[in-house]
């Protein structure tokens, strides 16, 4: 069995695909595990709860963070893990383990399902999750782009626009997250209430990212305003992603993505176009929102710990889910 594990900071996920890339078992639990060693008994345990399928081949984890080309993680974000926990947890299995980043578990997982589903072998794509944060991951020629310390691909921090006085989570100012994460959103939509905006009798003084959304798509001007400046600042990124290592899609996913769906696309779309640089020469790459499930990077860390196997797509055996 191939086992791909993926934690979060309050859910772990686990999958079992077969010789054939079947989806064989998941199991789903929360947990509030933090540090190498109690990250790592939660990890063992979840890998457990699925020794009923058979002996482990291979073992992939996806952890959210920095992660190296070796498995090393930089920065574990809130998990607070670092160093090789892969080596931690082989002792225990018995087999490999190989620790990957959470995007790019995804957009493996991402791109595999979208072969299977059309025939069509994508070796060069970009993923960008608008959550509450944003996360990315860009795979250039098949391969994953990480960079020295796992930090290319983090696509939320991608600089668009000039810095101002508001820092971002990471440090820095002028982040694609500030515009387009959930958080950031709803940071807008503050500033636009503070300056007299009134977003309708039933939506909180401070909005969330969620009220914006759903007063832009009732026809808002100021909430269509706060989303459009999101749109921008995702087209921004997509312009210096494509001059870096120009993909052949974007895929979009995340709960702002889904719940903006009939706008924030075609609006990303209009500003890419509107903005490119190769007119004539190139055009921009389609944004296709994904529907991104919640075992997909926990089958993309089983993938990407065995790069000789593809997905099946079947539904799965559900072990349990607690
Ligand atoms: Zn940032």
């Known amino acids: ?9 309050s859910k772990v996920a686990a999958v079992a695909l ?4 079947q989806v064989v078992a998941e199991d789903w639990r929360a947990h509030q595990a933090r540090g190498n060693t109690e990250v790592a008994a939660e990890l063992l345990a979840a890998a457990r709860r699925l020794r009923d399928t058979g002996p482990f081949d291979s073992v992939g984890v996806s952890v959210s963070g920095l992660v190296r080309r070796d498995g090393r993680i930089t920065s574990g974000a809130s998990l607070r893990i670092a160093g090789d926990l892969g080596s931690e947890l082989a002792g225990s299995l018995g087999t490999d383990v190989r620790v990957v980043n959470d995007g790019d578990a995804t957009l493996r997982s991402v791109l595999d399902r979208h072969e299977s589903e059309t025939g069509e072998r994508v070796t060069d794509a970009v993923l960008l999750t608008l959550g509450t944060g944003v996360g990315g991951a860009m795979v250039a020629d098949g391969r994953v782009v990480s960079g020295v310390t796992g930090l290319a691909g983090e696509l939320g921090h991608l600089p668009v626009f000039p810095p101002t006085d508001a820092r971002c989570v990471c440090g820095g100012s002028g982040c694609l997250e500030q515009y387009a994460g959930g958080m950031g959103i709803s940071v807008l ?13 039933d939506v ?3 909005p969330s990212a969620k009220d914006v959304v759903d007063a832009a ?3 808002d001007p100021v909430a269509s305003g706060v989303l459009d400046q999101a749109a921008i600042a995702c087209a921004q990124a997509i312009r210096a992603i494509c001059v870096t290592i120009e993909p052949a899609v974007v895929f979009l996913g995340g709960s702002i993505a889904h719940g903006a769906a009939e706008l924030l696309p075609a609006r990303i779309e209009h500003h890419l176009h509107r903005h490119w640089s190769f007119a004539g020469l ?3 790459p389609p944004v296709r929102l994904d ?7 926990a089958i993309g860390a089983a993938l990407l710990a065995r790069p000789d196997l593809t997905q099946t797509i079947t539904p799965a055996a559900t ?3 607690v």
Do not use: K, Q
């Open 1 to 9: 069995m191939h086992i791909g594990l993926d934690i979060g900071g």
């Open 18 to 21: 077969d010789a054939r890339g």
């Open 189 to 201: 939509a503050a500033r636009a209430v503070e300056t007299g905006w009134t977003p309708g009798h």
């Open 204 to 206: 909180p003084s401070t």
């Open 217 to 219: 798509l009732r026809g």
């Open 282 to 284: 190139t055009t921009p």
């Open 291 to 297: 529907a991104i499930g919640p075992f997909a990077a």
């Open 319 to 321: 072990i349990s889910a």
